[in-house]
């Protein structure tokens, strides 16, 4: 079986191209008080947010739960987009316009105004370079967001996410199939949440602060007293992983361990082929302590997966 380590040109060479984006969505904030209002809702900076440039934020329950998360993009001193998964944006839309009170800002849907496409390798160079992730280009009325690139081997392939209006033209490259985006993203470790994890994770176990995506340094948001204590006191006992897998995994699957294979230890965070039919990727939370024991894709007679090194480190100290 070829593990991920063993790479090959046919696999460097699918992930060059434009993809599709249909499972995003876009909420708009805009108002005198957009970026206030959201800084206090979010895990991230908004209020030193430079125009023009974009992090990756959660938005919590009172119990640190994540229920959305978003690439928060600066268009104009008062107007924040926060690009989503697309099957979270209309309840997300509702919770966080329920919040708003006085505040000068508009929460809107507004991804029937906006153009997404995944960028991957020699396209999403062309428009980021050498940036790194989060960092973001402007390209007359396009933004492109630097993402964490998708590691294979010793090769990094640049990802990129393009935000344009509908009547632009889209960027240069061939068309990438929706699982190849897919597999790329698991591939970066960095993922968004979706339906099926919504208020599954606190942000750590999708390891967001070691990708830019809490701000341990602001001031209060939901949630924020539970996911301090998770980070500085030592509780957090649950961290995402990469794997190969030999079966098709699903999103919110449940992970068990051979030493205990009726009681789940970790979720299927994301999933997707490989191009060259070799099995599985997937993102998988689980306790660091089944790590260390084993997974399986089902109970006792469940497929084993793969560990698989991480393609960035995580932060042991804040």
């Keep these: 079986m070829n593990t991920l380590e063993e790479n090959s040109p046919h ?3 699918a992930l060059n191209g434009v993809s599709a984006l249909p499972h995003l969505g876009v909420i708009q904030a805009q108002g005198e ?5 959201l800084h206090n809702q979010l895990s991230n900076d908004v209020l030193l947010l430079p125009l ?15 229920q959305a998360s978003f690439i928060v993009i600066k268009t104009a001193p008062d107007t924040v987009l926060l690009v989503m998964s697309l099957d979270l944006l209309a309840q997300t839309l509702k919770r966080l316009s329920m919040f708003v009170l006085r505040a000068k800002v508009k929460m809107t849907d507004a991804t029937g105004e906006w153009q997404l496409r995944g960028l991957l390798g020699d396209s999403a160079k062309a428009l980021v370079g050498d940036a ?11 933004h492109t967001v630097a993402f964490y690139p998708a590691v294979l081997g010793g090769s990094k392939i640049p990802r990129a996410l393009w935000l344009a209006p509908q009547a632009q033209a889209l960027p240069a ?3 990438v199939p929706a699982d190849v985006w897919s597999w790329a993203e ?8 979706t339906q099926p994890l919504f208020e599954a994770f606190v942000p750590q176990m999708m390891n967001y602060e070691s990708v830019g995506g809490v701000n341990f340094k602001k001031g209060c948001y939901p949630g924020q007293e539970v996911v301090a204590r998770s980070q500085f006191r030592g509780t957090l006992k649950r961290r995402t992983a990469l794997v190969h897998s030999t079966v098709a995994l699903a999103t919110g699957q449940d992970i068990f361990t051979p030493a ?12 997707a082929a490989r191009p060259d039919g070799q099995g ?5 939370s689980g306790t660091l302590e089944s790590q260390q024991t084993g997974w399986l894709a089902g109970n006792a007679n469940g497929s084993a997966l793969e560990l698989q090194p991480l393609p960035y480190a995580l932060l042991e100290d804040i």
């Excluded at 008080?33 to 209002?37: I, K, L, S, V």
């Excluded at 023009?52 to 994540?66: D, E, I, T, V």
């Excluded at 698991?186 to 949440?193: F, N």
């Excluded at 205990?260 to 999933?271: F, G, H, I, K, Y």
Aim: with cysteine.
């Design 11 to 13: 696999l460097i060479d």
């Design 33 to 37: 008080d957009a970026a206030n209002f």
């Design 52 to 66: 023009g440039q974009s992090r990756l934020a959660a938005f919590c329950s009172a119990k640190g739960r994540m």
């Design 132 to 142: 790194a992730p989060w960092q973001t280009m402007a390209q007359v009325g396009a």
């Design 173 to 175: 490259g061939t068309d």
């Design 186 to 193: 698991v591939m970066s470790g960095v993922t968004l949440v």
């Design 260 to 271: 205990d294979p009726e009681q789940p230890c970790a979720t299927v965070v994301l999933s």
């Design 280 to 284: 599985f990727a997937a993102l998988v």
